[in-house]
């Protein structure tokens, strides 16, 4: 089976630096895109053995369509690369069948590493950021970290609730279990302590 990559991450220099990494293991289609849609867009065109994915892009966190890339492309293998820390992450990947994710702030010989070894299909244990302080945010659900993303970015429960198609009364509530779990007082407490855990949005 032929190897064709494509890569999903909103910072161009990102992606030039993973292509060109990449296509050092003799990977002849490494494509790029910036955003889910466009991810979508480009999965429906055209066949992919390996996806390379950040969890938070422009127009979303990627958890959103995760699922639904699954249903839709069972066979495509995923690595996640982000800075997002993944004590808060590992669990609900697993869950969607995803056991690669490689921390954006290893070493380049680990990323090297770690990307060959899935373009090669090798079986690792997801890099991880030794971090002996527990994490409030590894408690939230698969529903709470999307409703999340688009708190620490500024949006107001209306504008959440028509982008995840669910009532206001059900974002609110999700707002108050968030608050909860992680024990913020107040939006800006809660900003503090996103910046403290290196939840990135």
Known sequence: MEIKV???????????????LIKQFNVQVVDEVGTCNELMQALKNDTYSHLVLDIILPDGNTLEIIENINNLYPKLSILIHSMQPIEVYGKILKKYQIHSY????????????????????????????VDN?????????????????????????????????????????????????????????????????????
């Open 6 to 20: 494509i890569i999903a991450d909103d910072h161009s220099i990102v992606r030039m630096g993973l292509s060109s």
């Open 133 to 201: 302080e527990v994490n409030p945010f590894a408690s939230l659900a698969v529903r709470e970290l999307e409703v999340l993303h688009y708190l620490l970015n500024g949006y107001r429960t209306k504008e959440i609730s028509t982008l995840l198609g669910l009532k206001m009364n059900t974002i609110s509530t999700i707002k108050s279990v968030i608050f909860d779990k992680v024990k913020a007082e107040s939006f800006t407490h809660l900003l503090q302590l996103a910046h403290a855990h290196q939840i990135s949005y």
């Open 102 to 129: 490689l921390y954006k702030g290893v070493s380049e010989n680990e990323i090297k590493y770690h990307i060959e070894s899935f373009i090669k299909s090798v079986p690792l244990a997801m890099s991880k950021v």
